[in-house]
C-alpha cells in the first residue's frame, strides 16, 4: 500500500472520532438535510494515480467550489477585461456581504464572493439562454472531470432559488451600478444552477487536476499555465472568504471551499486534493475537510512556501 493511501486512511479514521464536526450549512434548506457524520477525500496526483477513502465516491453539493470552473470559462470568453468587473483582492468579509458594495461602487472584490460570481454568471450569459450557459458549464466540469455522469441538482437549485433572497438583494445591487448585463433574475439562476452541481471527492480531485498540472488535463491544454497559476493565486487569496488568511496559513496550498461542505486544494506541480465534510466552521467552510488537508499537507510536505 501506497504511503499516500495510508495517510488519506489514517486522516480518515481519525476524523471519524472526532465530534467537533462544525453546523451543516441551513440557509439552504436542501443543504440542511446532509448526514454531519459523512467524510470522504480524494487525491490524484500529478502522474494520474488516484486515492481515495471514507465517502469519496458519494456526491455532495460543491456550491462555491464551482466558482472557480466558472471563473476559467469567463476569462477564456473575455480574458482581462474580467478585471474591470470584478476585483482581485481578499474580501475579509462573509461571503455574502453587501456592505462593500456599496462602497465599491458595484464592482465586487473578487470573482469567488457570491456578488462576483453572479457577475461572472452574467459574462457566462452573453450570447446564450441561461440553460445553455448553464449547460456549457456543467459539460465544462465533466470534461475536467472525464465523467459525462456529473449532473446538476435541481432539488438544491431549486431550493436556493426560493431562499436566496440575500443573493437576489446583491444581485439587485449590482444592477443598480450597471455591472450587470442581463437581468438579475437570470444572472442568478445560472448562479444558483452551478452552485447545484453535485460531485463526489474523486470526480472534484479529477476536475482540478489542471490546476494542479500548469493548465493541462490528461494531456490536453485547459488553460496557459499563466492562467493556472493566476486562478490558483485567487483561491489561495480568496479561496476560503474571511478565513482565507487561517486557511493559507494552516494548509499553505490554494484551496477553495463552498457550503455543501467540499474543498479543492491545488499542490502545484503535485497534487489536486478533494476532501468532504458537511459541517462547516464560523466563516462557512468545512471543519473536518480544513483539518484534514492541514494533516494531509503536513504528512506529504506539501506547501506552496516549500523550499
Ligand atoms: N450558493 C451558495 C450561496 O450563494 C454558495 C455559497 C458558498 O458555497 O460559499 O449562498
Redesign the pocket.
Known amino acids: 500500500m501506497s504511503d499516500l493511501q495510508r495517510i488519506l486512511d489514517e486522516i480518515t479514521a481519525e476524523m471519524a472520532e472526532r465530534s467537533d464536526r462544525g453546523e451543516v450549512a441551513s ?2 434548506p436542501q443543504l440542511g438535510e446532509i448526514d454531519p457524520g459523512k467524510f470522504g477525500i480524494a487525491v490524484t496526483t500529478s502522474d494520474g494515480a488516484v486515492f481515495t477513502a471514507g465517502d469519496a465516491h458519494e456526491a455532495f453539493s460543491i ?3 464551482s466558482k472557480v470552473f466558472t471563473l476559467t470559462l469567463a476569462l477564456g470568453k473575455v480574458g482581462d477585461a474580467l478585471w474591470k468587473r470584478v476585483g482581485r483582492e481578499p474580501s475579509g468579509n462573509p ?2 456581504s453587501i456592505v462593500q458594495l456599496e462602497r465599491e461602487a458595484g464592482i465586487p472584490r473578487n470573482p469567488f464572493i ?1 456578488a462576483g ?1 453572479i457577475v461572472i454568471a452574467d459574462v457566462l450569459l452573453a450570447g446564450h439562454q441561461p440553460r445553455e450557459a448553464i449547460g456549457e458549464i456543467l459539460r465544462f466540469v465533466q470534461y475536467l472531470a472525464d465523467d459525462d455522469t456529473i449532473v446538476i441538482d435541481h432539488e438544491v437549485a431549486a431550493s ?1 432559488q426560493a431562499t ?1 433572497f ?2 437576489v438583494a446583491l444581485a439587485n445591487y449590482m444592477k443598480s451600478f450597471g455591472n450587470l448585463h442581463h437581468s438579475p433574475e437570470l444572472a442568478l439562476g445560472v ?2 444552477h452551478h ?1 447545484a452541481i453535485a460531485m463526489d471527492c474523486r470526480q472534484l480531485a479529477l476536475a482540478g487536476r489542471f490546476l494542479a498540472n500548469g493548465g493541462k488535463s490528461g494531456g490536453y491544454s485547459v488553460v496557459s499555465q499563466e492562467r493556472a497559476r493566476r486562478i490558483s493565486a485567487l483561491m489561495l487569496t480568496c479561496g476560503h ?1 474571511d478565513g482565507s488568511g487561517d486557511f493559507a496559513f494552516r494548509v499553505g496550498i490554494p484551496g477553495k ?4 461542505g467540499g474543498i479543492l486544494g491545488v499542490v502545484p506541480g503535485a497534487a489536486s486534493v478533494a476532501v468532504w465534510s458537511p459541517g462547516l466552521n464560523r466563516s ?1 467552510n468545512s471543519q473536518l475537510g480544513s483539518i484534514a488537508l492541514e494533516r494531509l499537507a503536513r504528512a506529504m510536505n506539501w506547501s506552496i512556501f516549500a523550499a
Open positions: 440557509y439552504i456550491q462555491s467550489i461571503f455574502n457570491n460570481a436556493e436566496g440575500r443573493n448562479y444558483f452552485c472568504y471551499s463552498g457550503v455543501g462557512g
